[in-house]
């Protein structure tokens, strides 16, 4: 092509010289931030070395009380070292050049690390810390975009166990990215003398910690434990929902319950923590459902708290079915304890007040049986419907499957409503938002007694006894059997 005039050679010249440096830009801007946390040889706490290349933060903050345990924040420019002053939850940092970085000091004693861990397990030699309470982030942040590399320098004979995902691994050092998660979602921690047991299902990789206790952990019994549940989350549609998970199992010491309590958090990354009585045998562990009802909340986004109906519903729906295609239960045992959850839920369903009251306000009013087990009674009410109306080829497995391939993982915070929607939309069918509107503005139990007789549930005093020859028996075996 011919270039006419020198006027348009100045233009082709600006246009060129402005995509050069807005592409120079842009590769800077998306290089990771570095942060180098150097672990005290005694776990007291920490040293953080923050470097920004590329683009420079107008601030670092944070996102819980970590101004507490702050020791000190220092702007590192060449040899001078310039104070700064945190002002409640963020630190100035607005005279930063390229090359300075910030270092700032953490103290793990007082609150900083996990009130169930200081209350009930030894802090020898490990510690388990919200990351919160130490991580200050660099801001602007890009969720999208930005991303930062933590490298853990630690102690001889140490490990970390977190939620991001692995970059590099060396003698005493780790690097992890942390990317594409919002900054205020919470995670953890933990460091010490531990070992991380890793394993492949598929693409997914799962970092399993098993914390020190007293008494001493059966690292054996509870990695079968572990492992038989992460197996059987895989029979919901035969791959595994997360690319990546830290799976943190936490001693205490005696409970009445081999699990105590189990938690999903999502900061930076998946993870399954499980507090546990080490002291109980192998089987009580395997009779437990607290596992895999964690791990089921995996199947779905991050959902909105005042629709806990949803979430806990699924999860606890499928703690049994997939307990049962695990051959962990067997379908007569797994239907048994949904009839059983789902009387429980009944005989809490206070008069005058719907499903979505008391799921919004389920932390205070404490109407647990109510809000898990009416879910878990709409999740087999869509289970159901979608088996009978595609003559076995849809179901609630298929449903999560399409939204695991379309939508997951997200960044997003869902509504319930929203993603009731949008399991519609995948299915081709009304069914979710159906059941919505029919059960979450009632002041009733789901009715459940009309798929009872046609699955053949049925009950003989105390007993639920399954009959074979009723119209739907081979959905009820269906839905407790292994997917292919």
Known sequence: MRIKTATSIAKLFTVGLFLFIS????????????YTVNVAKNLSGLTVNA??????????????????????????????EKPLRPVERAVAVSTIKPGDCIRYEVNFRGK??????????????????????????????????DAIDITFKLPSGTSVST??????????????????????????????RFKIFERAIGKAKIHIAILNGHPMVKQ????????????????????????????????????????????????GGDAVHVYIDQ??????????????????????????????????????????????????LTPQQAWTKLHQGFQRGVRNTPPHRTLAQVSENMSHNKNFMRVYWSGAAIA????????????????????????????????NLWEGLDLLKKLDEITGTEIFTGLY????????????????????????????????????????????????
């Open 23 to 34: 592409a120079n830009t842009a590769s800077a801007a998306s290089q990771p931030y570095q």
């Open 51 to 80: 470097c920004f290349p590329g683009s420079m933060p107008q601030r670092l903050v944070s996102y819980d009380d970590a101004v507490r345990h702050l020791k000190s924040i220092t702007l590192i420019s060449g040899e001078k």
């Open 112 to 145: 900083v690390t996990h009130p169930w861990f200081n209350k009930r397990q030894s802090k020898d030699q490990q510690v388990l810390v919200d990351i919160h309470r130490w991580l200050w982030f660099p801001d602007p942040f890009n969720t999208k975009q």
């Open 163 to 192: 939620p991001w995902r692995l970059i590099s691994q060396g003698n005493n050092s780790v690097t992890y990215r942390y990317e594409q998660r919002p900054r205020d979602w919470e995670g953890r921690i933990a460091i010490g």
């Open 220 to 267: 054996k019994a509870i990695l079968q434990w572990v492992n038989k549940n992460l197996d059987a989350l895989t029979m919901t549609y035969g791959d595994f929902p997360v690319p990546r998970l830290q799976l943190l199992v936490v001693p205490v010491g005696k409970d009445p319950e081999p699990v105590t309590w189990g938690q999903v958090m999502r900061g």
């Open 279 to 328: 002291t109980q045998p192998l089987k009580d562990f395997l009779d437990d459902w607290v596992l895999i009802h964690e791990l089921s909340h995996l199947l779905h986004p991050w959902i909105k708290g005042k629709d806990h109906w949803l979430y806990e519903g699924l999860a606890s729906y499928y703690q049994n079915v997939l307990r049962a295609r695990a051959g962990l």
């Open 380 to 411: 087999l009410l869509a289970d159901y419907k979608l088996r009978q109306q595609s003559d076995g080829q849809q179901s609630l497995d298929t449903a999560l499957d399409k939204l695991h391939q379309c939508c997951l993982p997200t960044l």
């Open 437 to 484: 509107n029919q059960y979450i503005p009632s002041t009733r139990f789901p009715d459940v007694t009309g798929i009872y007789q046609k699955l053949g549930l049925t009950i003989e005093g105390k007993k639920l006894v399954l009959d074979n020859h009723a119209p739907a028996a081979n959905i009820r075996k269906a839905i407790m059997s292994p997917t292919e």
